[in-house]
């Protein structure tokens, strides 16, 4: 049973450049969750969706991030016009629905780690 | 809005022996889970123990135990026979029972000396 699968692990960007950093949850887990991880700090909340929907992004910056989990396919967690201070560690967690296993336990992933020079 | 605190950013432990990760939150509610998770040099997020709030007894898993004082808000990591593979940071989390995002404390960075 694969875990959740995060890709790139390792994104170079210049400044101004778009970032698209993708996570593949857990397979049967319906709920994605971001979070960010800025040097030597711990992990921040971003977004959390669930299929085509977006439940609380409440830890999104209100510009240049935006999260979608599409029907098909992996979510995307896509920063625009990256500047330096995006440098850090995306991490994204999946969980199962609320009707199955225990939900409130949060599967990670590898991370990205995002430098932008 | 909650917080998590770990005040202690460094800790040391000799091989095989014990020692204990301090955690405390602040919140107002009465239902809720924690969880402590282990951040090797690889970056990986691994789930190493959770407590539900409402149960009175204390997690366990193989050598990682808890000290959970719900009134004093308090969440400890005790590693028992502490070995090598140990030296990582420890992350403390909460989460509400209706929440949907973890708060994480600010990590504790453990180093085990052979």
């Known amino acids: 049973n694969a875990g959740v699968m995060q890709n790139p692990r390792h994104l170079v960007r210049r400044r101004g450049q778009e970032a698209r950093l993708r996570c593949s949850p857990m397979?049967?887990?319906?709920?994605v969750y971001w979070y960010r991880q800025l040097p030597e700090e711990g992990l921040k909340f971003m977004v959390y969706l669930q299929k085509e929907n977006i439940i609380d992004e409440s830890g999104m910056p209100k510009e240049r991030f935006s999260a979608e989990f599409p029907k098909e396919g992996p979510s995307i967690l896509r920063i625009q016009q990256v500047v330096r201070g995006d440098s850090a560690a995306y991490f994204c967690?999946?969980?199962?629905?609320?009707?199955?296993?225990?939900?409130?336990?949060?599967?990670f992933g590898p991370g990205t780690r995002l430098t932008v020079t | 809005a909650q917080t998590v605190t770990q005040s202690q950013p460094e800790m040391s432990v000799q091989e095989a022996e014990t020692v204990t990760l301090s955690c405390t939150y602040d919140t107002s509610e009465s239902d809720y889970y924690l969880f402590w998770y282990k951040q090797p040099p690889s970056r990986q997020m691994i789930l190493v123990i959770r407590?539900?709030?409402?149960?009175?007894q204390n997690a366990t898993e193989n050598r990682f135990s808890v000290n959970f004082q719900k009134a004093a808000k308090s969440f400890s990591l005790k590693i028992s026979d502490s070995q090598l593979g140990d030296a990582a940071m420890y992350f403390c989390?909460?989460?509400?029972?209706?929440?949907?995002?973890?708060?994480f404390g600010g990590g504790t960075r453990l180093m085990v000396k052979p």
């Open positions: 397979k049967g887990h319906s709920h």
């Open positions: 407590q539900e709030a409402y149960k009175q």
């Open positions: 989390a909460y989460r509400t029972n209706a929440g949907n995002m973890l708060t």
């Open positions: 967690a999946s969980s199962p629905g609320l009707a199955g296993g225990h939900a409130y336990e949060q599967y």
